[in-house]
């Protein structure tokens, strides 16, 4: 069946096809690389995403991707280093890295960015998120809630102050939670905040997926990659900053000699695919997670036309085109 859909948004890659965008060498030329071969995904706009980092790293990476002049770079997506310290709901990022919540440091990275810092993952309970939240969400950056181990009243305070998000809900938190209340209870049932995915069969059992998009509703769920350089490559080591990472054959990311995760291969039209194989939606429901729904959460409209053969059977999205002359 072939299919006409809009340009497909990712508001967190952390690499694609060799490219890690947090990697010490980063060049304009790589970043340049990585959009293009995401196109080929159908991906035409993203928020390349920066980890926790030293404010000397962060800001080396963040100067090359604000300097490039790429439509399909919509700003960046700063993952860090406000988020809780605790083993599990940090998941990946260095512990060294973690701080606390300050205007002066923020200020520092947007300048940095020149500006172009559009969305910001923090755990609330990080001293001086809350009014950090405040202070961005009046500068027009949207907060996401993530990696976190926040109480109830904690994460219900951080939505009071304007956070809209909950970043990849069902992962960056504790392993073992409480029956309730927990993290993922509270971010769920929170009706003013949309919900992120990683929908590649690893990070969410697709029983897992179907209860999710179920309860928080088609419209206020977000399709992402949380893609690394390991994405549209073959089996190996890879890099997402400073830790290492290795891809094995069956598509998962993970620390080496270790259970836990780091990020993902996941491609936007599999994204697409395995949450229609996995919730039962018709995948003209599907699409607007990975396109429109995103697009409109920062400000923007999707960029170009992608053309896609789909199995209805299979489950599997294709892409054969993108155009985006139009635009």
């Given at each position: 069946?072939?299919?006409?859909?809009?340009?497909?948004?990712?508001?967190?890659?952390?690499?694609?096809?060799?490219?890690?965008?947090?990697?010490?060498?980063?060049?304009?030329?790589?970043?340049?690389?990585?959009?293009?071969?995401?196109?080929?995904?159908?991906?035409?706009?993203?928020?390349?995403?920066?980890?926790?980092?030293?404010?000397?790293?962060?800001?080396?990476?963040?100067?090359?991707?604000?300097?490039?002049?790429?439509?399909?770079?919509?700003?960046?997506?700063?993952?860090?280093?406000?988020?809780?310290?605790?083993?599990?709901?940090?998941?990946?990022?260095?512990?060294?890295?973690?701080?606390?919540?300050?205007?002066?440091?923020?200020l520092r990275r947007q300048d940095a960015a020149a500006g172009r810092?559009?969305?910001?993952?923090?755990?609330?309970?990080?001293?001086?998120?809350?009014?950090?939240?405040?202070?961005?969400?009046?500068?027009?950056?949207?907060?996401?809630?993530?990696?976190?181990?926040?109480?109830?009243?904690t994460i219900a305070d951080a939505i009071a102050a304007g956070a809209?998000?909950?970043?990849?809900?069902?992962?960056?938190?504790?392993?073992?939670?409480?029956?309730?209340?927990?993290?993922?209870?509270?971010?769920?049932?929170?009706?003013?905040?949309?919900?992120?995915?990683?929908?590649?069969?690893?990070?969410?059992?697709?029983?897992?997926?179907?209860?999710?998009?179920?309860?928080?509703?088609?419209?206020?769920?977000?399709?992402?990659?949380?893609?690394?350089?390991?994405?549209?490559?073959?089996?190996?080591?890879?890099?997402?900053?400073?830790?290492?990472?290795?891809?094995?054959?069956?598509?998962?990311?993970?620390?080496?000699?270790?259970?836990?995760?780091?990020?993902?291969?996941?491609?936007?039209?599999?994204?697409?695919?395995?949450?229609?194989?996995?919730?039962?939606?018709?995948?003209?429901?599907?699409?607007?997670?990975?396109?429109?729904?995103?697009?409109?959460?920062?400000?923007?409209?999707?960029?170009?036309?992608?053309?896609?053969?789909?199995?209805?059977?299979?489950h599997r999205l294709d892409v054969t085109d993108v155009n985006t002359?139009?635009?």
């Open positions: 069946m072939r299919l006409t859909l809009p340009g497909f948004v990712d508001l967190q890659v952390n690499g694609f096809g060799g490219v890690d965008f947090n990697g010490a060498a980063l060049s304009a030329a790589e970043v340049e690389e990585a959009l293009d071969s995401m196109r080929t995904t159908g991906v035409t706009r993203c928020l390349p995403t920066l980890i926790t980092s030293s404010f000397a790293d962060f800001a080396a990476r963040a100067r090359v991707i604000a300097a490039i002049d790429h439509p399909a770079c919509a700003g960046i997506h700063m993952e860090g280093p406000y988020l809780s310290p605790e083993d599990g709901p940090r998941g990946a990022h260095p512990r060294r890295h973690i701080i606390a919540a300050t205007m002066e440091d923020f810092i559009r969305l910001v993952t923090l755990a609330p309970e990080v001293p001086g998120a809350l009014p950090l939240i405040e202070h961005l969400v009046h500068a027009g950056v949207r907060v996401a809630i993530g990696h976190t181990a926040a109480e109830p009243s809209t998000l909950a970043t990849h809900l069902g992962n960056g938190c504790a392993a073992v939670l409480p029956r309730h209340p927990n993290v993922i209870w509270e971010l769920l049932a929170a009706d003013g905040v949309l919900a992120s995915l990683i929908v590649d069969g690893h990070h969410l059992p697709p029983s897992t997926v179907k209860s999710l998009v179920r309860a928080k509703g088609a419209q206020r769920t977000v399709l992402i990659t949380d893609a690394i350089s390991a994405a549209g490559s073959s089996p190996g080591r890879f890099t997402l900053g400073d830790v290492d990472t290795e891809l094995s054959a069956d598509g998962r990311v993970s620390l080496p000699g270790t259970p836990y995760l780091a990020g993902s291969s996941l491609t936007m039209d599999q994204a697409i695919g395995n949450t229609v194989r996995f919730t039962g939606l018709p995948i003209d429901h599907v699409v607007p997670m990975a396109s429109s729904i995103p697009a409109a959460y920062i400000g923007i409209p999707p960029r170009g036309r992608v053309t896609a053969d789909w199995d209805p059977i299979a002359t139009d635009q």
